[in-house]
């Protein structure tokens, strides 16, 4: 049974990994000391650690076989905290990756490496991150590229959703009120990917030859608007719900003030200027033709029937009444 190392683990995308992967490959889940492990289905799988602790780390990744790095800081207010976790910390362990030979190194980027674009994009378009959480992904890509000397993979995921995620799940708490909300006047267009169906992707790459030294997007292949979204999702919770259209600039003007309220509770906020410029593009969408023809990656799930699994489970664990 090959041995597995999970960074970020106790997170959205690296506890459905953990828990999916646990069966079949010997996992040890990275965590940091007082996290939330909730979503980690076995705890036995836990390994708490300092990512400071040099000798720790080595300890640990010298008796794997595959490292998978899902950890990342996804909204923050300065550049330096981006370049500490995103650039930084991937580079020390693929450093590491590197003394101890390991098989492979995984690397969970995101769409928002490479950027918007008026048509799906595909892995070798040139890229235009817009945010500084995008630019720190691609930044990281492009040093991991020049560092790694072992077989690597990265996995650029479209938005995703399911279980226990936290930012489309505001979304839920939205037209669990009866409300939709759409940003400005023109249509909005984007991709996505359900959790398991990512996690499936993620786990056709692990000791696959022809996925080394690749980078993929992870989608469903289909476009999506908000509106298809939220239409979608009110008939999965049966709610009648109004639309209501907010100008631009008032989002701006919202994110403003969150992000004040922000250093008043030292609580960087979700809506920020960062992702609302990342909100008023009008299409991020990607191409997955290279999953389909390299990985054989066929997604298992509609949409409907996703935002289905994905609704049971808020109203099982209280998130949602």
């Known amino acids: 049974m090959k041995k597995i190392a999970i960074t970020g683990a106790n997170g959205f995308i690296g506890s459905f990994l953990s828990n999916y992967l646990k069966n079949e490959y010997q996992v040890t889940c990275l965590v940091r000391q007082n996290s939330n492990t909730d979503l980690l289905a076995d705890k036995n799988m836990i390994r708490f650690v300092d990512y400071s602790d040099e000798e720790l780390l080595q300890t640990i990744i010298a008796s794997q076989d595959i490292l998978i790095h899902t950890a990342a800081l996804t909204k923050a207010a300065t550049w330096s905290d981006f370049e500490q976790i995103n650039i930084n910390l991937s580079l020390k362990l693929a450093q590491l990756a590197n003394k101890f030979k390991l098989e492979q190194f995984m690397f969970i980027s995101s769409q928002a490496a490479s950027g918007a674009g008026p048509t799906p994009k595909l892995e070798d378009d040139s890229c235009h991150p817009i945010s500084m959480y995008g630019k720190s992904k691609l930044l990281a890509e492009q040093e991991l590229q020049k560092v790694l000397k072992i077989p690597y993979t990265f996995i650029r995921p479209a938005s995703v959703f399911g279980p226990g995620e936290k930012d489309f799940y505001l979304y839920f708490k939205l037209i669990n009120k009866h409300l939709s909300l759409v ?51 009110s008939r999965v919770m049966n709610k009648n719900v109004m639309q209501i259209r907010l100008p631009e600039f008032l989002v701006i003007l919202v994110a403003e003030i969150s992000e004040l309220a ?8 979700t809506l920020n200027h960062e992702k609302v410029k990342e909100m008023r593009e009008s299409c991020w969408l990607v191409n997955n033709k290279k999953a389909k023809d390299i990985l054989k990656f066929k997604p298992e799930y509609n949409l409907q ?8 489970w808020y109203l099982q664990n209280g998130w949602l009444k």
């Open 183 to 233: 940003i400005g006047k023109k249509k909005r267009y984007m991709s996505l990917i359900y959790v398991e169906d990512l996690v499936k992707l993620i786990k056709s790459t692990l000791g696959n030859t022809k996925a080394y030294n690749q980078t993929f997007f992870a989608s469903d292949g289909k476009t999506y608007t908000w509106q298809q979204f939220a239409q979608t999702l």
């Open 262 to 269: 922000g250093k008043l509770t030292k609580k960087y906020p």
């Open 305 to 312: 029937i996703a935002l289905q699994q994905t609704y049971r």
